[in-house]
């Protein structure tokens, strides 16, 4: 195993001045910060038509893909669209599945334009689960995004806390063994009740 960890973000906007995109930027940094290799996947750099299971795989996806699966830690992030993310960030997700994600750490990020981001999180949790990845339990939340970050800066404190932590634990997380197993409570109980017996 490579002792230097492997943290990608994938911005799922088009948008050419995306507060998601320089949010991600911002948490690659403090992963840079704490050793990591570091790589920004912009699904505008991509040439990926809608996903057809019925059509070749394009190269650009084979890629993009290979990148995903390589990574030790993925941190998605997505724009907040109608209460959930966005459909470039969707059809990535489409095409990626549990190759590219089992047991790899991934971490959330959404922009919102307004108050409202936890139905987007909530969904890009979900479908993390869905591919068996292991999703960090800190999550960063932008409201009113463009309040927040101003030319390229992450101008509220607190939001740039919050971004770089997410950063941070990318790298603190990146080879957990999501592996999790708790003691045999029934054979516990059936032991207690035979002692109980004697």
């Not at 809608?50 to 394009?58: A, K, L």
């Not at 708790?182 to 004697?198: C, I, L, T, W």
Request: hydrophobic share 40%.
């Amino acid at each position: 195993m490579n002792d230097t960890p492997i943290v990608v973000a994938l911005s799922g906007s088009m948008r050419d001045a995306s507060y998601t995109r320089i949010a991600l930027g911002h948490a690659l940094d403090a992963a840079a910060a704490r050793g990591a290799e570091t790589e920004l996947l912009d699904v505008r750099e991509y040439d990926l038509p809608v996903f057809d299971p019925d059509e070749d795989e394009p190269p650009a996806a084979t890629e993009l893909k290979r990148k995903i699966r390589e990574a030790d830690v993925v941190l998605w992030g997505s724009p907040v669209y109608h209460g959930s993310y966005s459909a470039a960030f969707r059809n990535v997700h489409d095409y990626a599945g549990f190759d590219e994600y089992e047991d790899t750490t991934v971490g959330l990020l959404a922009s919102a334009g307004g108050g409202s981001f936890a139905s987007t999180l909530d969904h890009m949790r979900i479908t993390a689960r869905g591919v068996h990845a292991w999703v960090l339990p800190h999550q960063v939340g932008i409201r009113n995004a463009r309040d927040k970050i101003e030319n390229g800066e992450i101008v509220d404190d607190d939001i740039g806390e919050r971004v770089r932590k997410l950063g941070e634990q990318a790298v603190k997380y990146a080879f957990i063994d999501p592996e999790v197993s708790a003691p045999d409570a029934g054979v516990d109980r059936q032991e207690s009740e035979a002692d109980a017996d004697d």
